[in-house]
């Protein structure tokens, strides 16, 4: 693919002497994809999502796995997805014991995906897997993690997020960039990417299990010196969000100040000894 520009800004300037990352995989062109979506009580929306996904993958030369990930649904996500027809999808379902919280969700299945490239996606495909390739270039250019951006100058919001989102999703921004990732515009949309390596060091220690943990698997690969690019993507603004603004604003604050504190204490070099992912053998209370 050469539809990336070159190089932006490849260093991470607080940490120059770290080792170079791991070169994009081999068949950067259609690398080895996972998909992995934490799901609670989801049913209305999963069966959507895993055939948008289904039929992408069927125009797509590499291998696609999905991960799906249940945090203790009452409404039967988790036999949604064990019966869905996966036609050329992996399918892998995952259950919690009890309902922990999206981090964890995504950090229990990021480790158990096995693609060269694994991405996070929120259970409503908010941004379509038909963005996707518009991410992968950026591997080929270097890039260990990128990331989906509503606040691009190309994002295309559809349809606009209602007066309240609106005003959330800004005043978290101005925050957060106050506190963490102050060059970044978009932390919370939904859909990142990893190389298998970066995903294994960041999400191998991430701890935050709430809603900050994006903030977190972000500031985590700054800090251990992966880069990350932001991509403009078309977003589709659809109910059943589970933020809920007077409850979790407050705790994501505080998320915030506590991953801060945390990242200026972790050694990087300890983390980054480590030159392959570990191998993750599914496991799955179910299937």
């Known amino acids: 693919m050469s539809s990336a520009e070159p190089h932006d800004n490849l260093a991470n300037p607080a940490n120059p002497d770290l080792p170079a990352p791991t070169p994009a ?6 690398p080895d994809v996972s998909v992995v979506i934490p799901c609670y009580n989801e049913t209305k929306r999963l069966g959507r999502t895993l ?6 993958a069927a125009t797509y030369d590499g291998r696609v796995q999905v991960v799906v990930v249940d945090d203790g649904s009452a409404d039967g996500t988790a036999d949604l997805a064990r019966g869905f027809d996966a036609g050329p999808l992996d399918m892998a379902v995952l259950v919690n014991d009890r309902n922990h919280g999206k981090g964890y969700s995504v950090k229990r299945g990021m480790l158990a995906a096995d693609g060269a490239v694994r991405v996070m996606s929120d259970a409503d ?6 963005e996707l390739p518009k991410m992968l270039p950026w591997f080929e250019q270097g890039y260990d993690v990128v990331i989906a951006s509503r606040g691009m100058p190309d994002s295309q919001v559809d349809p606009p997020r209602p007066p309240h989102r609106q005003l959330m999703y800004h005043g978290f921004c101005l925050i957060r960039r106050m506190i963490l990732l102050p060059r970044l515009k978009d932390t919370q949309c939904g859909f990142k990417a990893f190389t298998a390596r970066a995903a294994h060091d960041v999400f191998e220690h991430l701890i935050t299990e709430g809603f900050a943990f994006d903030c977190e698997a972000l500031a985590l690969a700054e800090r251990l010196g992966y880069r990350v690019k ?17 409850r979790d604003s407050p705790r994501m604050v505080m998320d915030l100040v506590r991953i801060r504190r945390r ?7 300890s983390i980054r000894k480590e030159t392959t992912p570990v191998s993750n053998t599914m496991s799955d209370t179910g299937t």
């Open 263 to 269: 990242l200026r204490k972790l050694d990087p070099h």
């Open 230 to 246: 932001e991509v403009g993507v078309e977003w589709h603004n659809g109910a059943g969000s589970t933020v809920n603004p007077i």
């Open 25 to 30: 995989p081999a068949d950067a062109a259609c």
């Open 51 to 56: 055939t948008g996904i289904r039929d992408w």
């Open 125 to 130: 495909l908010a941004t379509p897997m038909t």
